[in-house]
C-alpha cells in the first residue's frame, strides 16, 4: 500500500501535536534495558546462584520460579505469561541486544523455564500455583522469611486448566525457539513438554479458576476474567511457530471463530491473548502469504486502528501526558505490552512496505514504532511529573514501591527472623526502601498522570514480572533504533 509523502507527513504531524512534548536528554535504552533484566533477579524464587547480582536477596522457596510482583506467592498464569513475552523479545528482537545482555535475558528465560517443566513434570496435572495469597497478602515479611502456608495448587485431569496449560505450552514454545541455537538439547525439552501442556489444555476445556479447590486461592488476584479460549489459540500458534506442523495451523485455521479470535478487544496482557494471537498470526499472512489466516490479520489492522487516536476507530483512552490508559490498576502492563506488539507488527508490515487502512488514515510502520517510542519514554522520564517509572534508572525514581523485599531490611545485613506482622512497621514507613529494586516498574500514574511515591497505594507502586517482560523487547528495539523512522 503506498501513500503519498504529503498524506505520511501529515498523518505524522497529528500524532506530533495529539501528545504534549516533554523535555528531556536522550535516553540511555541500552541501560535501561540492562536493568529491566536485572529486576528479574530480585524476584527470583529458590536457591540463588552464585552470580545472582542483586545482591541484597538470598534464598527462599524451593523449586525456583518468579514471585509475580511485591508479595511472595508464585502465579502460574502470570509466571507462564511473562516467560512468552521475555521469550518473544528475544526472538524478535534478541539480535539488538548487546551479547552479554542477550545471555541474561536467556538466563532470565531459563529461571521460569526450568520451574515451567516442573509444573508439568507429572502425567495429567499442573501445578498452577505455589503459595495462599489471602494468608501471604497479610504479612509483610521477606521472601526468605516465609512462615506462612505455601499451599501447592494443582489441577488433575479431567479438571480443566486451559488458560494455565494453554499459556504453558505457549511459553515452553516460545522459549524452545528462543534456545533452538544455543542449547538444542534444552530446546528438544522444552517444545516435547510444551506438546504434553497443549493437549492437556485442549483435551479438558475449562477455566482453571473454574476448580473449587483452586478458585479461593487465585481469585480475585489472577482468576480467569476473559475466558480460556485464547490461551488455546495463543498455545497453538506458538506450537505451529515452533514446529512448522500442520496440525497446529489447521487448528488455528478451524477454531479462529468459535474460540473467539476476532473479539477485538483493546488490550493484551496476562489474562488476554486476542491482540498478540492476531499480531503473531499476521506474520504467516503478510511473509508467507497464508491467505487463510486473514481473518487474524484483519483483527490485528484493526487493533492498531484503535491506537491512532486520529483514527475513526480510536477508543483507546490516553492520559494528558500520553500514556495508554485502562482502569484497574498497574497501568504500565498496558503500556509496555501494547507498545511491544506495535513493535513487533511494525516490523512484520515494513518487511513488505505494508501500511494499515484505518478508514480515514492509513498508518504505517513509522507511526506504530514513534507510538512505542511515546510509551517507552514516558516510562522513563518524558512525563508531566519528570520522573522515571523504572527503579534505578535516571536520579528521580520512585523510592516507595510496593514490594516486600525492597522494603525490609536485607537479610545480608539483618540476619534476624522478622515475622509476618512485625513487618508493619516497614510497610508504613515514610523511609524510602532500603534495599534498590533495579529495574522495577511501577504499575504507574492514574489517569490524571499524578502519581503518589506512596507503598500502600500497590495499584501504583508495585511492581510485576508482566510489566517489564514486554519492555526488554520494546528496549531491545530502541537500543538500535533510538530515532525510528
Known sequence: MSLSFAHLLLVLSLLLTKFPSFTSSSHDYQDALSKAILFFEGQRSGALPQDQRINWRANSGLTGGYYDAGDNVKFGFPMAFTTTLLSWSVIEFGDSMPPNELRNAMVAIRWATDYLLKTVSQPNRIFVQVGDPNIDHGCWERPEDMDTARTVYA????????????????????????????????????????????????????????????????????????????????????????TQDDTYLNYIESNGQTLGADENINEFGWDNKHAGLNVLVSKEVIEGNMYSLQSYKASADSFMCTLVPESSSSHIEYTPGGLIYRPGGSNFQHATSIAFISLVYANYLARTSQAINCGNIYVTPTTLRQQAKRQVDYILGDNPKGISYMVGYSDYYPQHIHHRGSSLPSIKYYPQFIACKEGSIYFNSTNPNPNVLVGAVVGGPGEDDIYEDDRVDYKKSEPTTYINAPLVGALAYFVANPNPS
Open 155 to 242: 489441577v488433575d485431569a479431567p479438571n480443566p486448566a486451559s488458560d494455565v496449560a494453554g499459556e504453558t505450552a505457549a511459553a515452553l514454545a516460545a522459549s524452545s525457539i528462543a534456545f533452538r541455537s544455543m542449547d538444542p538439547g534444552y530446546s528438544d525439552t522444552l517444545l516435547r513438554n510444551a506438546i504434553k501442556a497443549f493437549q492437556f489444555a485442549d483435551s479438558y476445556r475449562g477455566a482453571y479458576s473454574d476448580n473449587s479447590n483452586i478458585k479461593d486461592g487465585v481469585c480475585p488476584f489472577y482468576c480467569d476474567f476473559d475466558g480460556y479460549q485464547d490461551e488455546l489459540l495463543w498455545g497453538a500458534a506458538w506450537l505451529r511457530k515452533a
